[in-house]
């Protein structure tokens, strides 16, 4: 199992971007996919997750701001971020647990995608 983001950028204040994260492998089903994001000298912390689809979960500092959305048809998990702010900077992780087949078998995974560079500029 892979995940691969894409998306990041540079975006001057209260500008827009959409992160992108797609899941490859022999998937079944996704339990979870979330976004963290970790600015310099910091620890990497939650913004947003999505289980089974449906619940969702914010960090207070972007609720009303970013939107966190799934296509399950393609195992993918997009975040749209909205009146962006320069303490937004950092780098944006994709992080998902999914069932894949394994020989025959279904088997769990959690994992990190490699992250991409979001960078706000006031």
């Known amino acids: 199992v892979q995940l691969v983001e894409s998306g990041g950028g540079l975006v001057q204040a209260g500008g827009s971007l959409r992160l992108s994260c797609v899941a490859s492998?022999?998937?079944?089903?996704?339990?979870?996919m979330g976004w963290y994001r970790q600015a310099p000298g910091k620890q990497r912390e939650l913004v947003a997750e999505?289980?089974?689809?449906?619940?969702?979960n914010y960090s207070d500092s972007v609720k009303g701001r970013f939107t966190i959305s799934t296509d399950n048809a393609k195992n993918t998990v997009y975040l749209q971020m909205n009146n962006l702010k320069p303490e937004d900077t950092a780098v944006y992780y994709c992080n998902a647990e999914v069932w894949f087949d394994q020989y025959g078998t279904g088997s769990t995974w959690h994992g990190w995608g490699q992250g991409t560079q979001v960078t706000v500029s006031s």
């Open positions: 999505i289980t089974r689809g449906t619940t969702t």
């Open positions: 492998g022999s998937i079944t089903s996704v339990n979870f």
